[in-house]
């Protein structure tokens, strides 16, 4: 069996910057234990499946790490967006329905995309086990019921020199472990930590700025700012809260492009 394999750095304004996803369309769902090991196979922080849609959206789409199929992912949404719409450049807009995070929409931008998630407000919880085990001091600690810890700390050095216990976040479970500050590259600046999901740092992550947004929003008294994930890679994230949506803004660049051949 031959897939279309594309890969494609997403929330990139160059080469080799932003994270990288698999793009990989489908006529038909396989199985649930061949999409995952495609996904290891491939072995990118997430692999996107897209198969046609008759429903209310164009395509139905799902996100799997190396080691398991996740609730949201926003940078592999935000590359399946770039994925169909540079293959048509007639299309302004796609639309995707996805199985936990409803449907979620990719919008041409000039030479960016805007995509929107749901905003997933989190709440104030102590979590003195995941501040200990990231190796930061925490200034607030809040949580997100679909498994999203967001720690804020005092200013960008403090995000930056974060210095987790992989095995100790690993143990703690299906959790994203977010690390943030008001920032001096842009207003907010993060960290973003899933050991559990077998990626030790993701480089930009579309899903955790989902919850980070409605907390931002209104500590910085402003529905738009500029955010950046300091990752090794980074990556620069056009952030605005439109209600009960999370806009996001990026780009992206198509890297690799192939067959994926599936005995």
């Known amino acids: 069996m031959r897939i279309p394999f594309a890969q494609i750095d997403a929330f990139a304004d160059q080469p080799f910057t932003g994270n990288p ?3 990989m369309p ?3 769902w396989l199985d649930d ?3 995952q090991a495609i996904a290891a196979e491939n072995n990118l922080s997430e692999t ?3 198969v046609p849609s008759q429903g209310e959206a164009d395509f139905e789409l799902r996100w799997f790490t190396p080691a398991a199929e996740v609730a949201l992912c926003g940078h592999a949404t935000l590359a399946s967006g770039h994925f169909v719409l540079s293959s048509d450049t007639s299309r302004h807009s796609v639309r995707f329905v996805t199985r936990q995070a409803g449907v979620l929409e990719v919008t041409r931008r000039g030479p960016a995309y805007e995509m929107a998630l749901p905003a997933w407000a989190p709440e104030p919880k102590p979590m ?3 501040v200990a085990a990231l190796g930061v001091t925490a200034r607030e600690t809040l949580w997100h019921e679909k498994g999203y810890a967001l720690v804020i700390v005092d200013d960008e050095a403090a995000v930056r ?3 987790p216990d992989a095995r100790a976040l690993k143990s703690l479970g299906p959790i994203v472990h977010i690390v943030a500050a008001p920032g001096e590259t842009a207003q907010v600046v993060s960290r973003v930590f899933t050991e559990y999901f077998d990626i030790p740092e993701d480089p930009v992550t579309g899903s ?3 919850v980070m947004v409605p907390y931002w929003a209104q500590v910085i008294g402003s529905d738009t700012f500029s955010a950046f994930q300091a990752s090794a890679r980074g990556g620069r994230i056009g952030c605005r809260l439109d209600g009960e949506r999370v806009v996001l803004t990026g780009s992206c660049i198509t890297m690799i492009e192939g ?3 599936l005995p």
């Open 21 to 23: 996803a698999a793009v």
């Open 26 to 28: 489908l006529s038909s």
């Open 33 to 35: 234990a061949t999409l």
């Open 48 to 50: 996107a499946f897209l």
């Open 128 to 130: 003195d086990d995941i």
């Open 161 to 163: 020199a974060a210095a």
């Open 208 to 210: 955790a700025h989902a």
């Open 259 to 261: 067959t994926f051949l």
